[in-house]
Nanobody, 126 residues
Framework: QVQLVESGGGLVQAGGSLRLSCAAS????????MGWFRQAPGKAREFVAT????????YYADSVKGRFTISRDNAKNTVYLQMNNLKPEDTAVYSC???????????????????WGQGTQVTVSS
């Protein structure tokens, strides 16, 4: 069974930074993709960023391009989301996800991911 545990959320002022981490307890030879999604109150879940196994391919939502950076450390089974220049509209619960079955480029579609973490709250004050 795969477990994902996020950390690093919190309250920050607009313009500030946070770094989210997601540690995966997984034993597999598959080269899995990992991604970050977020959900604000009253809104649907939305894609934030994704990264392939090698870290060679990354995709970002337009709303976070240039401000967020996704990275991973496969030796630690951990994916990171560095968030800079945070805005109040970035306030949401951020969840990481792991895709064990996809072959090829990482997906930006949440339903294609197999496992999800519980989420960590990020609140940006104006």
């Amino acid at each position: 069974q795969v477990q994902l545990v996020e950390s690093g959320g919190g309250l920050v002022q607009a313009g500030g930074s946070l770094r989210l981490s997601c540690a995966a307890s997984v034993r597999t030879v598959r080269r899995y993709t990992m991604g970050w999604f977020r959900q604000a109150p009253g809104k649907a879940r939305e894609f934030v960023a994704t990264i392939d196994w090698a870290g060679a391919t990354t995709y970002y939502a337009d709303s976070v391009k240039g401000r967020f950076t996704i990275s991973r450390d496969n030796a630690k089974n951990t994916v990171y989301l560095q968030m800079n220049n945070l805005k109040p509209e970035d306030t949401a619960v951020y969840s990481c996800a792991l895709d064990l079955t996809r072959i090829g480029l990482p997906s930006i579609v949440g339903d294609e991911y197999d496992y999800w973490g519980q989420g960590t709250q990020v609140t940006v004050s104006s």
